[in-house]
C-alpha cells in the first residue's frame, strides 16, 4: 500500500527552504530600501522606488525563460532522460544570454526616456537615471541568476539556492554601506550592490554543475536545442502573463480606487496588496514545489505521487491562508498599526476594508495553485486563461461597483471576483473531467484491445484535473516491514503484464538490494506494452551518500531499466 510519508518529507525539505528564500530575497529589498532612506533621505527612495517597474521587468523574464525550464527539466529528470534535461537547460542559458545583452544594449540606449517615462520629476529623475543605467548593464546577471535558481531547484537542491541568495543578500547590505557612505556613489551604489547581490548568487548556485549527480551538460546550439527553447518559452508564458498582469492591474486599481476615494484610498489598496505580498510568500514557496517535485513525479510517471503532492499542497495551503485571513478579519488593527494609519477616520476607514478584503485570500491562493497543477500537466491554454481571468475581473468588478454602487462598496469587488474565477474554474475542470470519464466508459464499452491500445486513463480528477493511474502499466507501493508482501505484489504485477520469469526475478534482486538497509522506501514501477520496466527506488537520503548517487529533496533515487 502507497502512503504519503516520502512525498511529504520531499514537500516538506523543498518548502522549508523555497520559503527561506522568498524570505530573504524580500528583506533584501526592504533593508535595500532602508538603507538608502537613511543614508540618503527619502527623495532617494523615492527614486529607487520609482525605478523599481523596471528591476520588475527584467526579473519578470525570469518567468518566461526559467520557469518553464525548470519544470521541464524537472519532468526530464524524473523521466531520467539526461540528455532532455541537458537540452533544455542549454536553450535556458543561451536564450538568457542574449536576451539580457540585447535587453542591455536596448536599456543603455534609451535609459533617458526610460527615466523620463518612470518619473515625471525633475528633482528625482537624475538619481532615476543613475539607477536605471546601472541596472541595465546588469540585466543578464539579474536573469541569468533567477534561471539558475530555478535550475538547480529543480534538480533537487533547494537548500543550495536558499543558501546562495541568503549569502547574495548578506553582500547586498555590506556593500550598500561600502558604496554610499564609504565610497559616496550615491544611488548609483545601491544599484551596483543589487546586481553584485545577483552575481554572488549566481556564481554559489553554478557550483552545483560541478556535482558528479548534476542532471545538466552545457550543450551545443543545434536543432534539439532550438526545439527545447520553444518547449521553453511555451512553457514559461502563463506566469509571466500572469505577472505582468498582476503589475498592470495594481496600476490601474490605483487609478479607479484613486478617482473614487483619492489619496486615502491609493493608500488603503497599497496596504492591501502588502497583505496579499505576504499571502504570496507562502504561495511561491508552495508553487516551487509543486513545479520541481510535481514534475519529477509526473516524469516518473508516478500518478499517485503527484496527486498526493496536490493534496498536501491545497491542505498546507489552507492551514496557513485561513488563520492569517481570520486574523486579518478579526483583529484588522493590527495590521493598520503596522503600515501607519494614525489618523482615527483614516484607521477606521482601513480596518473595514481589511475585513473585506481578508475574504479574497482564500479563494484567490486556491485559484493560483490549481493553476499551477494545471501548468505542472501540460493544460497550458486553460492555465493562460485562469491566469488572465484572475486578475482582469479584479478590475471589471472593482469598476462596476464604483459606477452601480456607492463609493465604498468598490472593495467587495475583490472577493467577488476571487469567488467568480473559482466557481468558474472548478465547474468547467469537473465539466471536463466528466467528459473524459465518460469517453472512457464508452471505449471500455466499445473494445478492450481498443482501450489498451490507447491507454487510457479513467477518473480524471474534477479538481486538479490528475489522471488516475493505469493499473495496467504503472505500479507503486511503500515498502517498510513487509517486505516479502511488497515484494510479491510486485511479482505478481510484472506476472499480469506478461514479463518473462527472467526479468522479474532481476527486477526483485533490484528493489530486495536497494531497500536492504532503508527504513521506508517508495517503489514504482512503469512499463510499456513490449518495451521496457523502469523501477524507481526512493529512500531517505544519508550523510554516507556519494556524490556519484541521486539526491533529491532530502532523499535518495534509485533508477533502473530492464527490457
Known amino acids: 500500500m502507497r502512503t504519503s510519508s516520502l512525498v511529504d518529507k520531499a514537500f516538506w525539505n523543498f518548502l522549508g527552504a523555497s520559503i527561506l528564500t522568498t524570505v530573504a530575497a524580500q528583506l533584501a529589498v526592504s533593508t535595500d530600501a532602508a538603507i538608502v532612506s537613511h543614508l540618503m533621505g527619502p527623495h532617494a527612495m523615492a527614486a529607487v522606488n520609482l525605478a523599481m517597474p523596471v528591476l520588475t521587468t527584467f526579473l519578470s523574464l525570469n518567468s518566461l525563460l526559467g520557469v518553464g525550464a525548470s519544470l521541464l527539466a524537472a519532468k526530464a529528470i524524473g523521466s531520467r532522460d539526461s540528455k532532455e534535461a541537458s537540452r533544455i537547460f542549454s536553450a535556458a542559458l543561451y536564450s538568457v544570454l542574449a536576451i539580457g545583452l540585447t535587453m542591455s544594449a536596448v536599456c543603455l540606449f534609451f535609459c533617458d526616456d526610460i527615466a523620463r517615462l518612470v518619473c515625471a520629476d525633475d528633482a528625482i529623475r537624475p538619481m532615476v537615471h543613475s539607477y ?12 541569468l541568476s533567477g534561471m539558475m535558481n530555478m535550475m538547480v531547484q529543480s534538480d533537487g537542491r533547494p537548500r543550495l539556492v536558499t543558501c546562495a541568495v541568503m549569502a547574495g543578500a548578506a553582500t547586498n ?41 548534476c542532471s545538466y551538460r ?29 503589475s498592470a492591474i495594481v ?52 500518478i499517485t505521487g503527484l ?66 497543477m494545471y501548468q505542472v500537466l501540460g493544460h497550458l491554454v486553460l492555465s493562460t486563461v485562469v491566469a488572465i481571468a484572475q486578475v482582469a475581473l479584479i478590475v471589471v468588478s472593482v469598476y462596476a461597483l464604483t459606477l452601480l454602487a456607492p463609493a465604498l462598496m468598490l472593495w467587495w469587488g475583490f472577493p467577488l471576483s476571487a469567488a467568480i474565477v473559482l466557481a468558474a474554474q472548478v465547474a468547467y475542470t469537473h465539466h471536463k473531467a ?130
Request: hydrophobic content about 50%; aromatic content about 6%.
Open 173 to 213: 547590505v555590506v556593500l550598500d554601506f561600502v558604496f554610499i557612505k564609504f565610497l559616496d556613489m550615491g544611488i548609483a551604489g545601491s544599484a551596483w550592490a543589487t546586481v553584485i547581490n545577483y552575481a554572488v548568487t549566481m556564481c554559489i548556485t553554478a557550483s552545483h554543475l560541478r556535482r558528479p549527480s
Open 434 to 563: 466528466k467528459n473524459s470519464n465518460r469517453n472512457d466508459v464508452e471505449e471500455s464499452k466499445a473494445g478492450e484491445k481498443a482501450a489498451e491500445a490507447k491507454g487510457s486513463q479513467v477518473a480524471v480528477s474534477p479538481f486538479t484535473l490528475i489522471p488516475a493511474e493505469d493499473e495496467r502499466t504503472h505500479f507503486s507501493t511503500t515498502v517498510t516491514t513487509a517486505r516479502k508482501e511488497a515484494l510479491a505484489q510486485v511479482a505478481a504485477f510484472l506476472q499480469r503484464a506478461g514479463r518473462p520469469e527472467a526479468t522479474i526475478t532481476q527486477a526483485l534482486s533490484h528493489i530486495e538490494a536497494t531497500i536492504a538497509s532503508a527504513p521506508i522506501a517508495d517503489v514504482s514501477l512503469h512499463i510499456t506494452p513490449e518495451g521496457p520496466i523502469t523501477i524507481t527506488v526512493k529512500t531517505t537520503a544519508s550523510a554516507t551518500t556519494p556524490p556519484s548517487q541521486k539526491q533529491a529533496f532530502g532523499l535518495e533515487i534509485h533508477t533502473k531499466a530492464l527490457p
Open 251 to 302: 496600476l490601474l486599481i490605483n487609478k479607479i480606487v484613486g478617482s473614487a476615494l483619492g489619496a486615502d484610498g491609493v493608500y488603503m489598496v497599497a496596504v492591501c496588496i502588502q497583505m496579499l505580498l505576504i499571502t504570496f510568500v507562502v504561495l511561491n514557496g508552495v508553487l516551487d514545489a509543486m513545479f520541481a517535485i510535481g514534475g519529477a513525479l509526473l516524469g516518473e510517471g508516478d
Open 307 to 372: 496527486k498526493m503532492l496536490a493534496s498536501r499542497v491545497i491542505k498546507f495551503t489552507c492551514a496557513v491562508v485561513v488563520p492569517f485571513s481570520v486574523v486579518v478579519l478579526v483583529t484588522p488593527g493590527l495590521m493598520a498599526s503596522l503600515f501607519g494609519a494614525d489618523d482615527p477616520a483614516l484607521r477606521a476607514q482601513l480596518c473595514r476594508v481589511l475585513r473585506i478584503f481578508s475574504l479574497i485570500l482564500l479563494p484567490f491562493s486556491l485559484t493560483v495553485l490549481l493553476r499551477g
Open 218 to 246: 552545457l550543450m551545443r546550439w543545434s536543432k534539439a536545442v532550438r526545439s527545447a527553447l520553444g518547449a521553453n518559452l511555451k512553457q514559461g508564458l502563463p506566469l509571466m502573463i500572469a505577472n505582468v498582469l498582476l
Open 132 to 143: 536605471v543605467r546601472v541596472t541595465s548593464i546588469g540585466v543578464t546577471v539579474l536573469v
